[in-house]
């Protein structure tokens, strides 16, 4: 039975290492807000106070970060990751973050004999709370079977997708398709409520046709019943699809799409709007629109 540790106990870290905790491993857990590490230990999780604390005591430790930067810190920075990393530790890390900075930070771990898989997730706080979320994964494979017992705790789906940083250019090709999607979505409830048509019959009509994807199973009768709270947040969409121009721009790839929805999502972050869910970006829609869904 390998020890765990988790690292940043967020909306989605939270409920994956509870999941982790609740499949037998020993998890150990950080946070910088402690009222989430109080709440996994009542559960049965013990209590650690730096990164540096888990990693060395822990066969497998996890970051769940809001971005590039955090996990720097996290891993790199005093007190991190690396000054505990000891030969054998499998770095994973579920935050969506530059592909660039997963390929350093495993080539730092490397020089320690530690192995980094990027692993960042897809499925949302349902995915997370239910167990049921996508990992796509980046680096190296047998650092990956050793840890697959644990993955099999937070989801269904497993993909070993290439070596370090290839998990994460998997994670900015699902944000380009799910920032599609959600604007698709507030553009057709929009569109149907203009023309004087009840949405909920216009999506009722269409999800079973080649219309159907899971944003349209699963967003609008929360958004019929006036339900805007996060299971993404706007404000972590739009930090996403800023990584995906960045790396689009490294590679000299045109995203003309994804550079027009990032403009609706940054426009929701100047509305207010950033703490809501992605699928929100409806609001956007509906202000140059001059409708209102509910």
Known sequence: MLNVGYIGLGLMGKSIARNILKAGFPVLVHNRSRAAVAELVAEGA??????????????????????????????LGPGGI???????????????????????IAARLSEKGAFALDA???????????????????????????????FMAMGKTVTHVGEAGAGQVAK???????????VALGELLVFSQKAGVDPQKVVEAIKGGAAQCWT?????????????????????????LNIVLETAREYGVPLPATAEHT????????????????????GVLEALAGVRLD
Do not use: C, W
């Open 46 to 75: 013990t209590e650690a106070f730096s990164a540096a604390e888990v990693a060395g005591q822990v066969d497998v430790v996890f970051t769940n970060l809001p971005d590039s930067p955090d996990v720097e810190q996290v891993v």
């Open 82 to 104: 690396l000054e505990a990393a000891h030969p054998g530790l499998v770095y994973v890390d579920n935050s969506t973050i530059k592909p660039a900075t997963a390929r350093q």
């Open 120 to 150: 960042p997730v897809s499925g949302g706080d349902i995915g997370a709370k239910n167990g049921t979320l996508t990992i796509m994964v980046g680096g190296d494979a047998s650092a990956l079977e050793k840890v697959l017992p644990v």
């Open 172 to 182: 900015a090709a699902n944000q380009i398709m799910v920032a599609a999607q959600m």
């Open 216 to 240: 349209l199973d699963v967003k609008p009768p929360r958004l019929f019943a006036g339900n805007r709270n996060p299971g993404f947040k706007a404000y972590m969409q739009a930090k996403d």
């Open 263 to 282: 403009q609706l999502f940054q426009a929701m972050l100047q509305m207010g709007m950033g703490e809501l869910d992605n699928s929100a970006v409806l």
